[in-house]
């Protein structure tokens, strides 16, 4: 299973981006889908997330600006972007918890980053 991101880059502030992230290879099944982000000395922190069950949840410093969603035909989950930030400069990784084969215990997989610049 691999999961490549894609769409990250410079914005000024106030402009909008949307990330995506697709899976690949083999897949039975997929439950939580996620965005992270990863800015220069600071932890890794959960952007947004679709759980397998439950509400979609945000960060309350995105609430409003940023939207998560999936495409479950495409083995894709999205984020808009709108009302950027330079707060909002970092590192985005989507990752997804996914049961590759039948009978093996779900994991979680990570894509590769891609860079978010935001202009003030």
């Known amino acids: 299973v691999q999961l490549q991101a894609s769409g990250g880059g410079l914005v000024q502030a106030g402009g909008s981006l949307r990330l995506s992230c697709a899976a690949s290879g083999t897949i039975r099944n997929i439950y939580d889908m996620g965005w992270y982000r990863q800015s220069p000395g600071k932890q890794r922190e959960l952007v947004a997330l679709i759980p397998s069950t439950g509400s979609t949840r945000y960060v309350t410093s995105v609430t409003g600006r940023f939207t998560i969603s999936k495409d479950n035909d495409k083995n894709t989950v999205n984020l808009q972007m709108n009302s950027l930030k330079p707060e909002d400069t970092a590192v985005y990784y989507c990752?997804?918890?996914?049961?590759?084969?039948?009978?093996?215990?779900?994991?979680?997989?990570w894509g590769q980053g891609t860079l978010v610049t935001v202009s003030s």
């Open positions: 990752s997804m918890t996914i049961q590759a084969r039948f009978g093996e215990q779900p994991r979680d997989y």
